[in-house]
Nanobody, 120 residues
C-alpha cells in the first residue's frame, strides 16, 4: 500500500513563493507518475502539474511559467516549487502517485493534502 505525505504548505503573501514536498513510501517511486492537484472551496479538484517516470512534465495553464514540478528518485520525493503566487492559488494541494500498464491503472494513491493560502 502506497503512502504519500505532503509538507510545505502555509500562508504567503501574493507574489511570494512556497515549495511543496511529497514523500512517498510503499511504491517503486522511480516508475510512478507523480502529480500535484489542488482543490479550492466549492470547486472540483484539478491537476496542477504532473511528472512522468521519464521526467516529462505538464502543467495546467495557470501554473505555466510560475510553478515547477520536479522529482528526486533517490529520496522518493516530488516537489512543487511555486512562485509569483496569487490569491486564486489558494487551495488544498494534494500529491498523487499512479502507475498505468497499457490501459490498466495499477494504483492511484493520494496524500492527505496541505493547505496553501495566498493573501492579497
Amino acid at each position: 500500500q502506497g503512502q504519500l505525505v505532503e509538507s510545505g504548505g502555509g500562508l504567503v503573501q501574493a507574489g511570494g513563493s512556497l515549495r511543496l514536498s511529497c514523500a512517498a513510501s510503499g511504491i517503486i517511486f522511480s516508475i510512478a507518475t507523480m502529480g500535484w492537484y489542488r482543490q479550492a472551496p466549492g470547486k472540483q479538484r484539478e491537476l496542477v502539474a504532473r511528472i512522468t517516470s521519464g521526467g516529462r512534465t505538464n502543467y495546467t495553464d495557470s501554473a505555466k511559467g510560475r510553478f515547477t514540478i520536479s522529482r528526486d528518485n533517490a529520496k522518493n520525493t516530488v516537489y512543487l516549487q511555486m512562485s509569483s503566487l496569487r490569491p486564486e492559488d489558494t487551495a488544498v494541494y494534494y500529491c498523487n502517485a499512479n502507475r498505468d500498464v497499457g490501459s490498466a491503472r495499477l494504483y492511484d494513491y493520494w496524500g492527505q493534502g496541505t493547505q496553501v493560502t495566498v493573501s492579497s
